[in-house]
């Protein structure tokens, strides 16, 4: 079989229940009378994307909002920042230092250790000890369920997925969409791209082009800021279909959006700043899946819906998501 259902273990892994949140910052700390509680965001990108880093960004403001902390934010340019970064975050003492992304978890496991009082956080990628923690969020099963309705609404049998570089939660976004897109048309094909850069909706729009020359009608798009093109090459054809992921994107383009891949970033930021602010985060990882609702599928109520049998195989995949299963899927 394509696909098949395992059991999470549980091992090194806390499933979090539910919250909400808010957020903001700049470069240096918010204005106000300083909190007890800092903490701090790198971003690998700009927070306008309405994408990934916005959501970082909406999240450190409601932890500012919710929980009265201080907080700052640095978009970091190379790599060579996360660690300097970090480091001037450590020695200024803040509580809570969040790397966006999976890129950073390097820079954490190398600095962590050399600020013991400082809890160093990475999106994804894996925690190394007591102050050095990564959140891991299912980003799989929303995209399972994407390419379920993608193959549902697909009158060509070829999709498209882009990404902004090839990091693993995006490669496995897209397998994951692939096999539930065959769950539903088990012929159907996928496209996959990488603009190698976050930042160029240009080049976004450039591959987004090619993809539908090829014939793909619905393109799913996880490259922040660069996947901002894609939307601008859908609306200009006709018929086909974008699918937006990390915010909810439905309303950039509502009458070629199918829906959005969501993690919600704020949701889950507030969580953690709440155990950090009382000392009790547990890792090494820190788990989200459909259970607790940070990660889920959105589907735009303006676009067409799947048929009445492949809405009842998503809501019994989504509630198998949601029990704990687990899709184990074949690489292309």
Not at 56 to 70: F, K, P, V
Request: hydrophobic share 45%; with cysteine; charged share 15%.
């Amino acid at each position: 079989m394509f696909y098949s259902w395992v059991r999470r273990s549980g091992i090194g892994f806390i499933n979090i229940g539910l919250l909400y949140l808010t957020a903001c910052s700049g470069g240096e700390r918010s204005g106000g009378r300083e909190s007890a509680f800092q903490v701090a965001l790198l971003t690998p990108g700009p927070i306008s994307d309405q994408a990934w880093n916005a959501t970082a960004y909406h999240g450190l403001e409601r932890i500012r909002d919710s929980l009265g902390a201080s907080i700052s934010h640095i978009q970091t340019k190379t790599p060579a920042e996360f660690e300097e970064n970090f480091r001037q975050y450590g020695t200024k003492g803040y509580d809570l230092v969040i790397g966006h992304g999976f890129e950073f978890q390097d820079a954490a496991r190398r600095v962590g250790p050399q600020f013991p009082k400082t809890l160093f956080v990475t999106t994804g990628g894996e925690g190394t000890g007591p102050n050095v923690v990564a959140l891991s969020f299912a980003f799989d099963e929303p995209s399972y369920l994407a390419g379920m309705a993608a193959a549902a609404i697909t009158k060509t049998g070829v999709i498209g997925g882009i990404g902004g570089t090839e990091l693993p939660p995006v490669k496995l976004g897209f397998e994951a969409f692939l096999a539930g897109a065959r769950l539903v048309r088990p012929d159907i094909r996928l496209l996959v791209a990488y603009l190698g850069n976050w930042d160029d909706a240009g080049a976004g729009k450039e591959q987004a082009l090619a993809q539908l020359n090829q014939k793909a009608d619905v393109i799913y798009q996880n490259a922040d800021a660069a996947g901002l093109g894609v939307f601008q090459a859908v609306r200009q054809a006709k018929g086909v279909w974008v699918i937006g992921s990390n915010a909810d994107q439905n309303r950039l383009a509502p009458e070629v959006t199918l829906g959005s891949v969501l993690i919600d970033v704020p949701h889950a930021f507030l969580l953690l700043a709440r155990q950090a602010q009382l000392r009790a985060v547990r890792g090494p990882t820190i788990h989200f899946g459909t259970a607790s609702d940070v990660v889920r599928w959105v589907p735009n109520p303006l676009a067409p819906a799947p048929p009445a049998k492949v809405l009842a195989q998503m809501d019994s995949v989504r509630a198998v998501f949601a029990a704990g299963g687990r899709p184990v899927v074949t690489p292309r």
